[in-house]
């Protein structure tokens, strides 16, 4: 059995109602979409994705740096002035 990872569910059905209602009950909080008892979908506020979806920016671009000081013998020397 997979995990609810929110304190709010319901199920799809419910969902389809009436969801402005349920987004006002959730207070902010994840809604977790169920169908037949098992998630198959999480509902967030937006504010909540546009906060992940930096996260994740953030997160790859310290992968690409991690891997960019690796290759540091492979790095040019130049001068401010040069450029």
């Known amino acids: 059995m997979r995990q609810v990872l929110a304190d709010f569910s319901v199920s799809i059905s419910e969902l389809k109602k009436n969801p402005s209602s349920l987004l006002t009950q959730a207070s902010g909080s994840p809604i977790a979409v169920l169908n037949h ?3 198959a979908a999480y509902l967030v506020p937006a504010e909540t ?3 992940l979806m930096d996260i994740i920016d953030d997160y790859e671009l310290s ?3 991690e891997e ?3 290759d540091i013998d492979k790095a040019v020397a130049v001068s401010l ?3």
């Open 63 to 65: 992968k690409m740096v």
């Open 68 to 70: 960019r000081r690796a």
């Open 81 to 83: 002035d040069d450029l």
């Open 49 to 51: 994705y546009e906060a």
């Open 37 to 39: 008892n098992k998630p």
